[in-house]
């Protein structure tokens, strides 16, 4: 009998009433272990800290022990605590697999899928699902229209579509959002700028280089986290080209037309092939984050609302950084 087996034994004695043990316990439990805290397992379960600080002492408080010592920077489970985590990853799968049994009939989902998606969404893990998902539904047919993230949520707020992938800094009303997927900016130049062959370059170097920047990279907008961090470290140069479109803002940069703030996992290959070098070490500059969207008085067609369902399990199955990866 395994250590698991052991423990779930115990989360099962008739001393422990269902009442008591609550299974959304042990899943916030499990995603605060993955995400290695309680801020980041709030932002991927769309809840409060103090929700999932609740969450955590009432669990501790029924199992009878500590589960994890989170102080100074530090983060470590105790025995009890990787037990727990062992049993809660365990139980997850099951209700998965239940999850996924009592779901729509595959045969019975047939239609056109309409999705609104925010450009270069890059994700080996959504990739899977895409496939899963097909596999599932073969008698869905997609319609994916790739736009701007402004532009996906208003139409979602006037109904226009049913879902949208894409950035949304901050809550809009009318609109349910689920947290899918983080990008880290990171400030980059290109071959052709006089920085790209300086050994070494920091933030004083910078500050009075021009910029390409995104046309939503303003105050209020989906991207001002950049423009916050540009007024910030007091950057005097000038915005020497802007555009919508990640692919145009790439094209510049290389072109050294201005530095810019791109997402580190875009630009791995360009930086591999010598096209574009990360300019500042030390961490992200800013991590903006994308989300799975829909109007939550729309009424959902099959195809939208199997897919909906499948992927907040997918989200609730695959952790932030592998999906992000």
């Known amino acids: 009998m395994t250590v698991a087996d052991h423990t779930a034994a115990r989360l099962l004695h008739p001393s422990l009433s269902s009442e008591r043990m609550d299974w959304n316990l042990l899943r916030t439990f499990m995603f605060v272990v993955q995400e290695r805290g309680v801020g980041r397992a709030a932002n991927v379960l769309c809840l409060s800290q103090p929700a999932v600080s609740q969450a955590l002492r009432r669990l501790e408080e029924t199992v009878g022990g500590v589960l994890l010592h989170r102080r100074n920077g530090e983060f470590r489970l105790t025995t009890l605590g990787e037990e727990i985590y062992a049993v809660a990853r365990e139980m997850y799968g099951m209700v998965s697999r239940i999850d996924g049994a009592a779901g729509h009939a595959a045969d019975d989902v047939a239609g056109t899928l309409r999705l609104f998606l925010m450009s270069r969404v890059q994700s080996a893990a959504y990739d899977d699902f895409l496939a899963q998902f097909h596999r599932r539904y073969p008698k869905v047919e997609f319609r994916i229209d790739v736009m701007q993230s402004a532009a996906i949520l208003d139409a979602l707020a006037k109904g226009t ?62 991207l001002s986290p950049l423009t916050v961090f540009r007024d910030q470290q007091g950057f005097t140069g000038h915005i020497a080209g802007t555009s919508p479109y990640v692919e145009e803002i790439r094209r510049m940069v290389v072109a050294g037309v201005g530095l810019s703030f791109l997402p580190e996992h875009l630009i791995r290959q360009d930086v591999a092939n010598g096209e574009l070098k990360i300019l500042q070490a030390g961490g992200p500059v800013a991590e903006i984050d994308v989300f799975l969207t829909w109007h939550r008085q729309r009424k959902l067609s099959a195809p939208e609302q199997a897919f909906l369902d499948s992927f907040e399990r997918f989200l609730q199955r695959v952790p932030l950084e592998v999906r992000t990866a």
């Open 161 to 222: 579509t049913a879902l949208g992938i894409c950035l949304c800094r901050k809550p809009v009303e009318k609109l349910e959002r689920r947290l899918f997927l983080r990008h880290r900016y990171v400030i980059v130049c290109g071959r052709h700028h006089p920085l790209f062959a300086q050994r070494t370059v920091g933030i004083d170097d910078i500050l009075g280089q021009n910029f390409v920047c995104f046309a939503s990279d303003q105050l209020g907008d989906t």
